[in-house]
């Protein structure tokens, strides 16, 4: 099992940036990728960005070109720039792992198997 924790988030102007940090330890050699989600009130939970082993990153269309995942391997962290933050962009944004080979997406919340807390965002207009 791997154990995340998210930090970073908090409330910013619209148009404002963001940084958010995921910390990851436990079984993390075994993981295959890491996304980000998050989940509004309301509404379920969607896709925001995922960074995979080898390196190749995805991104949800509402935030390409606005938000870049990275990680840095040393520190089992990975980390989400949030920039020209919108109010829709408000949420609650999970962070999660993938440590078993699956079929599905990097994209799918069921393909994951580990996730954080969370962390609350908030965009004011």
């Known amino acids: 099992q791997v154990q995340l924790e998210e930090s970073g988030g908090g409330l910013v102007q619209a148009g404002g940036s963001l940084r958010l940090s995921c910390a990851a330890s436990?079984?993390?050699?075994?993981?295959?990728?890491m996304g980000w989600f998050r989940q509004a009130p309301g509404k379920e939970r969607e896709f925001v960005a995922a960074i995979w082993r080898s390196g190749i990153e995805y991104y949800a269309d509402a935030v390409k070109g606005r938000f870049t995942i990275s990680r840095d391997i040393s520190e089992n962290t990975v980390y989400l720039q949030m920039n020209s933050l919108i109010p829709e962009d408000t949420a609650v944004y999970y962070c999660?792992?993938?440590?078993?080979?699956?079929?599905?997406?990097?994209?799918?919340?069921?393909?994951?198997?580990?996730w954080g807390q969370g962390t609350q965002v908030t965009v004011s207009s």
């Open positions: 999660a792992v993938q440590t078993q080979l699956r079929v599905v997406g990097p994209t799918i919340p069921a393909g994951y198997d580990d």
């Open positions: 436990g079984r993390t050699f075994s993981a295959y990728g």
